[in-house]
């Protein structure tokens, strides 16, 4: 199956923590008179048609084993235990989280599902991601920190086996029918959306279930309940751990398929955000801060045909990114004997070092008068360390033939925009 919008890559990822004070701070903001001890949980389950299949009235896997242990949602459950984070932080800093423990890159994949032997629609993908921050203290020790963590991972486990099991297809399909008023009888393939739409809010509605186990693990006071209920007690203890704060998200499949990984023009959609205040003023403040998003990209396609051969081009036109700074120059272009060309500035600037192309530009406000373009070094690309180039015209005191100031590039001299599913 090819990708695209039901079948994709994406990940799930929490990236940072920022501390404004922490548990074990009493200076306030900026304060370094202790290092906070972070710890975090991490719990992330998906269920969509990679595992799921209709078979009759339900889902089951494609093997028909409902294995407790291992399956068959797909879960991420990193270990939980102290110093999982691997170091600490004071106040005014930014502690970057391992990949391994708050990251996964899931498959994604919708689940047909037929009604009155008539396929009605897809159910979409679902992964439904929490974060727990918790601060370590003198009590409990690890072992039992960890016993408690494996806890929340069986509950969680159960109850999202236990739920996908009950989710009777038939019923589900009355109810994405009723609820996008929409019968048997009409022109399914043109109501497309709307039972797409309407089997979204569904979904999430029978998985509820799952979702209160997310936000019960969540929470401060399930903590106490889970280490009570494997026979370790808080009460009394000195200095026990603290439970900082939480976030729980559902993210649905077509939520995501609309995400990119790159940013190719001003109007496409980005990553998918997450920022968590964790706040218990005065005791402590923290910013748990992640993205989620498909695998897709956007790649620009060269246009048509060659680079014409004079050696002499005249650029009538540039593609600008107007940034904080200003604009930065993407591409130039022309014509040239009826051709339009276009050359993004690295290819350009190298064309220029190799003496393999001269380009220049004429202003309206200076007739007559030719300004050439020059390679400038630019910086050193990050990790490899070469060096990359611009181009610009030469310095004449004209600001009317500077490349910014030149007509914005005609749509028809801009590449193919493809989309790129990986």
């Given amino acids: 199956m090819s990708l695209g919008p039901n079948n994709f890559n994406a990940t799930?990822?929490?990236?940072?923590?920022?501390?404004?004070?922490?548990?074990?701070?009493?200076?306030?903001?900026?304060?370094?008179s202790a290092t906070n001890e972070p710890y975090l949980w991490v719990f992330m389950v998906k269920i969509d048609g990679e595992i799921f299949q209709q078979n009759g009235n339900?889902?089951?896997?494609?093997?028909?084993?409902?294995d407790a242990i291992t399956g068959p949602p797909v879960f991420f459950f990193p270990p939980g235990g102290h110093g999982n984070l691997q170091t600490g932080i004071a106040s005014g800093e930014t502690l970057r989280i391992p990949r391994a423990l708050g990251g996964h890159d899931f498959k994604m994949k919708s689940i047909p599902i037929s009604v009155a032997d008539q396929r009605l629609t897809s159910?979409?993908?679902?992964?439904?991601s929490a974060a727990v921050l918790l601060e370590e203290n003198t009590y409990p020790p690890d072992e039992d920190i960890l016993s408690a963590h494996q806890k929340v991972v069986s509950l969680i486990r159960s109850t999202v086996i236990n739920t996908v099991?009950?989710?009777?297809?038939?019923?589900?399909?009355?109810?994405?029918?009723?609820?996008?008023?929409?019968?048997l009888e009409s022109s399914l393939d043109?109501?497309?959306?709307?039972?797409?739409?309407?089997?979204?809010?569904?979904?999430?509605?029978?998985l509820k279930p799952v979702q209160d186990i997310f936000e019960l693990a969540a929470t401060g006071s399930a903590l106490k309940t889970i280490l009570d209920n494997?026979?370790?007690?808080?009460?009394?203890?000195?200095?026990?751990?603290?439970?900082?704060?939480?976030?729980?998200?559902?993210?649905?499949?077509?939520?995501?398929?609309?995400?990119?990984?790159?940013?190719?023009?001003?109007?496409?959609?980005?990553?998918?955000?997450?920022?968590?205040?964790?706040?218990?003023?005065?005791?402590w403040a923290f910013n748990l801060h992640g993205v989620a998003f498909a695998h897709r990209k956007w790649v620009a396609r060269s246009p048509a045909g060659a680079l014409p051969s004079n050696p002499r081009l005249q650029v009538t036109c540039s593609w600008k990114r107007h940034m904080s700074d200003g604009p930065h120059i993407i591409a130039i272009g022309g014509t040239d004997n009826g051709q339009n060309w276009m050359l993004y500035r690295d290819r350009a600037a190298d064309l220029i070092r190799k003496g393999?192309?001269?380009?220049?530009?004429?202003?309206?406000?200076?007739?007559?008068?030719?300004?050439g373009l020059v390679a400038v070094h630019g910086g050193y690309q990050p990790g490899t360390g070469k060096r990359w180039y611009f181009v610009r015209t030469e310095g004449d005191g004209h600001p009317d033939n500077n490349l910014v100031n030149l007509p914005e590039m005609p749509i028809d001299f801009l590449p193919v925009q493809e989309v790129l599913w990986y």
Avoid: M
Avoid at 191 to 202: K, L, M, P, S, W
Avoid at 233 to 257: C, K, M, N, T, W
């Fill in 165 to 183: 099991q009950s989710l009777g297809l038939a019923g589900l399909a009355a109810d994405i029918l009723i609820e996008s008023g929409i019968d």
């Fill in 190 to 206: 043109e109501n497309v959306n709307a039972i797409q739409e309407a089997a979204t809010r569904i979904l999430q509605r029978r």
């Fill in 123 to 128: 159910i979409p993908g679902v992964i439904i």
């Fill in 230 to 283: 494997v026979g370790i007690s808080v009460v009394g203890a000195v200095d026990p751990d603290d439970v900082l704060g939480s976030h729980v998200r559902v993210y649905v499949q077509p939520e995501l398929a609309a995400t990119f990984t790159n940013r190719y023009g001003n109007n496409q959609p980005g990553l998918l955000s997450t920022t968590a205040s964790l706040w218990k003023p005065p005791k």
């Fill in 356 to 371: 393999e192309k001269k380009f220049f530009v004429r202003a309206n406000a200076l007739p007559g008068i030719e300004v």
């Fill in 12 to 32: 799930i990822s929490y990236d940072s923590v920022f501390c404004f004070i922490g548990d074990d701070e009493t200076g306030g903001f900026l304060s370094t």
């Fill in 58 to 66: 339900y889902l089951e896997p494609p093997n028909g084993n409902w």
